[in-house]
Nanobody, 120 residues
């Protein structure tokens, strides 16, 4: 069973920073594409940052230069460092994985989400 467990969300003032972490289990992490998506109230879920297993990272234009995604294949974790946060970054952030579960097929998996609120 694949599990993605996020942590690190919360309330921060504009201009502040937060660090989100996602711990993955049950998946062959080193070959999985990992990423973060977000969904604001009344809006569609959108990709924020993707870190494939074997190619360059990709960022949404709205977060380039402010957010940094990284992965630790030894710890099966993916992290999103968010700096210079803006009120429009307020959303539920979801960890995403596309890879092969142990003994299973390749599929997409989602975490339960963590709330990020940017407000003064």
């Amino acid at each position: 069973q694949v599990q993605l467990v996020e942590s690190g969300g919360g309330l921060v003032q504009p201009g502040g920073s937060l660090r989100l972490s996602c711990a993955a289990s049950g998946i062959i992490f080193s070959t999985a594409d990992m990423g973060w998506y977000r969904q604001a109230p009344g809006k569609r879920r959108e990709a924020v940052a993707i870190i494939p297993s074997e190619s360059d990272t990709n960022y949404a234009d709205s977060v380039k230069g402010r957010f940094t995604i990284s992965r630790d294949n030894a710890k099966n974790t993916v992290t999103l460092q968010m700096n210079s946060l803006k009120p429009e970054d307020t959303a539920v952030y979801y960890c995403y994985a596309n890879g092969r579960a142990f003994g299973g097929t390749i599929s997409a998996y989602w975490g339960q989400g963590t709330q990020v609120t940017v407000s003064s």
